[in-house]
């Protein structure tokens, strides 16, 4: 593998969870939201993670990299990828809206209450949305954590070279 | 023996620079050693510029966000440093073999 294809890995997923944390604040914020531009109360958005294959998918790569099990892998100067080579990593597919009915609440007074005197308001738990919330605080640190993984292994080839 | 030395030295730390993102040089490990550290030097200069240019985004608000420019900015630091081992190392050597009496 690229000598970096470590932090590119680790980078997309951090892209990636970024785009879900941002899509949690923008459900908490709209959580009372009844009038939205297409018409209707707001609706909850929800991300759809796709994995990247890179150049040649990831388990052909791990494969690659560890080595061919049969055949002993020469240890080939310089590295054997070919020019152009992408890192596997993460993205965001998609931001879907949810399709559950939103919720219903008995307001007649209200300008956007329908003819039955019942305002739609968006279907969001604020407590889903914590939750999410933290997994993707979390997620974000723990490809943090992997960058910085990396960064110490590379220092500790470095020793090697000092005298 | 000093000579192979110096350019198996040469060679193998040429391979570590060329990880980074850059063309095959499957074909160069018998090339001379200017050639392999200027490489290498060109590798670095690429992943610099491309960190200052993360960092102009982050700065100047254009969408690039703070994990992308610190990645960006450690790739480069630690191209860097390869470089730099790899030029103490061919100095030590040079040297070990100029101060050899005859």
Redesign the interface.
């Known amino acids: 593998m690229n000598l970096f294809g470590l932090m590119q890995t680790s980078g997309s997923a951090m892209q990636a969870e970024r785009v879900r944390a941002e899509v949690v604040a923008a459900n908490m914020a709209n959580a009372e939201t009844t009038q939205t531009a297409s018409g209707g109360p707001y609706r909850r958005h929800m991300v759809v993670f796709a994995a990247d294959q890179g150049n040649s998918g990831f388990l052909n790569s791990l494969n690659r990299a560890a080595g061919d099990l049969t055949s002993p892998r020469p240890i080939n100067w310089p590295s054997s990828e070919p020019a152009g080579w992408q890192a596997p990593g993460v993205h965001i597919a998609a931001v879907i809206e949810d399709p559950a009915a939103p919720l219903k609440r008995y307001d007649p007074g209200h300008p956007d209450a329908g003819p039955d005197g019942y305002v739609s308001y968006p279907n969001i738990n604020p407590l889903t949305e914590m939750v999410d919330l933290m997994g993707a605080t979390r997620a974000y640190g723990l490809n943090g954590s992997a960058v910085q993984a990396e960064k110490g292994m590379i220092a500790s080839a470095l020793e090697i070279a000092k005298t | 023996m000093s000579g192979s030395a110096v350019t198996s030295i040469a060679?193998?730390?040429?391979?570590?620079p060329?990880?980074?993102?850059?063309?095959?040089?499957?074909s160069?490990?018998s090339a001379p050693f200017g050639k392999l550290f200027s490489d290498a030097v060109g590798d670095v200069n690429t992943l610099e510029s491309q960190a200052r240019s993360a960092v102009d985004g982050l700065i100047t608000g254009t969408g690039v966000?703070v994990?992308?420019t610190v990645?960006a900015t450690?790739?480069a630091e630690?191209a860097f440093?390869?470089a730099l081992?790899?030029r103490?190392?061919a100095m030590q050597a040079y040297q070990s073999v100029m101060g050899m009496q005859f």
């Open positions: 060679s193998s730390m040429s391979g570590v060329a990880g980074l993102p850059s063309v095959n040089r499957a160069d490990t966000d994990h992308q990645i450690q790739k630690m440093e390869l081992s790899v103490n190392k």
